[in-house]
Structure formats: structure tokens, C-alpha cells
T-cell receptor
Framework: GQQLNQSPQSMFIQEGEDVSMNCTSS?????WLWYKQDPGEGPVLLIA?????ELTSNGRLTAQFGITRKDSFLNISASIPSDVGIYFC???????????FGGGTRLMVKP | EAGVAQSPRYKIIEKRQSVAFWCNPI?????LYWYQQILGQGPKLLIQ????????DSQLPKDRFSAERLKGVDSTLKIQPAKLEDSAVYLC?????????????FGPGTRLTVL
């Protein structure tokens, strides 16, 4: 089953609002990734985090690698309608290892 | 650069029938993955190929699922016979030679419905 717990499972926000979502695990991961999946498409990588405590931005997106290595956070500022989709976190225990995905956060944005 | 290609995009079959999915990775990508994504869940790895060899198939239900990548380029995933719980999107992803799984590119997936 899933080893990464994502929350919230879904969010319905107003355009322009900021969004926060997180991913937690009972075990350590050495790489954290955040993906976005649009309907009918495969996941697309948004941000990759490789170091505990790292804070990385990609436009309006900011993600953090938790100090304990057991969690990660994704923030989206000033949401727009095209932010709609499902956001997945994924963890990798060691370089070359398989990815473990969370259950996803479904984001809906009201114009 | 063309992305990962998958076909068909949609397939509807009845339980106990057989089905096959095809994936053509990005040109030159040595590593290929097949994932199963059940509705409302994240992708789950089924099998990983490095060129034409299997690296990890520990989560592949081998009693009914099989996959091959005979020439180290495109790959086929087969289910025989299908069960209701196999209804899912089957995603293919690839990584360049020497790349890590965190640099993989996903195809659009094949949505399978088993009735």
C-alpha cells in the first residue's frame, strides 16, 4: 500500500489564494519530488529536492524538504485556473531506487 | 524531442479477457518503467527495464501480468486473464542512460476498464 501520506486529499479554493499541501512518511527518504498530473496525462515533474532542509522554488511554486527527511511541503502562491490538477509527492530512498508515490492532492480553483 | 508514446489510450474489456499495452520511450532512453495507477491513488511501479533486461519486477503480479522489451527500445505489458481490479491507468516512463528515477518522463497512459 501507499507509504506516503498526502494531505489534504482535495482542495477547492478561490483564484488568487495561496495553497499548501504536504506529504509525510514513517520512514526516511533522501529525495523528495513533486509532480502535477492533468486529466488524461502522465505526471510532470515540478520540483525536485535532494537535501534535508532545502527550500526550492519554481515560479509560483515553492517546496521544502523536511529536516527529519520524513516530510515535504508544496506551496502554490496566487493560484490561477490552470493550477487545477492532481499533485503527487514522491520519495526516493537512495539514488537509483524506485519512486514511492503519495495518494495525491486534487486541487480545484474557482475563477 | 518526442515524448513517451503509449497506445492504445483507452481500452475496455470483459473480465477474463486478455489485453496488451504498448510503450515507446524517448529515443535513447535505456531505462523504462511500467506503473499501475488505480483511480484516486498515486502510480505504483510494476516493472523496471534497463535496456532489454528486467531490473525490478517484485511488484508485478506474475500470475497474470507479463512484460517484455525484447530489443531494448519499445515495450509491451500484457494482462491475461484480466480481473475487475485491474481497472486502472497504466503509465510508462523512461529515463536517459545514466539517469536516476527522479528524472523520468511519463507517457499519457492507457486507461483500462475491465467489466
Amino acid at each position: 500500500g501507499q507509504q506516503l501520506n498526502q494531505s489534504p486529499q482535495s482542495m477547492f479554493i478561490q483564484e488568487g489564494e495561496d495553497v499548501s499541501m504536504n506529504c509525510t512518511s514513517s520512514s526516511i527518504f533522501n529525495t523528495w519530488l513533486w509532480y502535477k498530473q492533468d486529466p488524461g496525462e502522465g505526471p510532470v515533474l515540478l520540483i525536485a529536492l535532494y537535501k534535508a532542509g532545502e527550500l526550492t522554488s519554481n515560479g509560483r511554486l515553492t517546496a521544502q524538504f523536511g529536516i527529519t527527511r520524513k516530510d515535504s511541503f508544496l506551496n502554490i502562491s496566487a493560484s490561477i485556473p490552470s493550477d487545477v490538477g492532481i499533485y503527487f509527492c514522491a520519495g526516493q530512498r537512495a539514488a537509483g531506487n524506485m519512486l514511492t508515490f503519495g495518494g495525491g492532492t486534487r486541487l480545484m480553483v474557482k475563477p | 524531442e518526442a515524448g513517451v508514446a503509449q497506445s492504445p489510450r483507452y481500452k475496455i474489456i470483459e473480465k477474463r479477457q486478455s489485453v496488451a499495452f504498448w510503450c515507446n520511450p524517448i529515443s535513447g532512453h535505456a531505462t523504462l518503467y511500467w506503473y499501475q495507477q488505480i483511480l484516486g491513488q498515486g502510480p505504483k511501479l510494476l516493472i523496471q527495464f534497463q535496456n532489454n533486461g528486467v531490473v525490478d519486477d517484485s511488484q508485478l503480479p506474475k500470475d497474470r501480468f507479463s512484460a517484455e522489451r525484447l530489443k531494448g527500445v519499445d515495450s509491451t505489458l500484457k494482462i491475461q486473464p484480466a480481473k475487475l481490479e485491474d481497472s486502472a491507468v497504466y503509465l510508462c516512463a523512461s529515463v536517459a542512460s545514466g539517469g536516476s528515477p527522479d528524472t523520468q518522463y511519463f507517457g499519457p497512459g492507457t486507461r483500462l476498464t475491465v467489466l
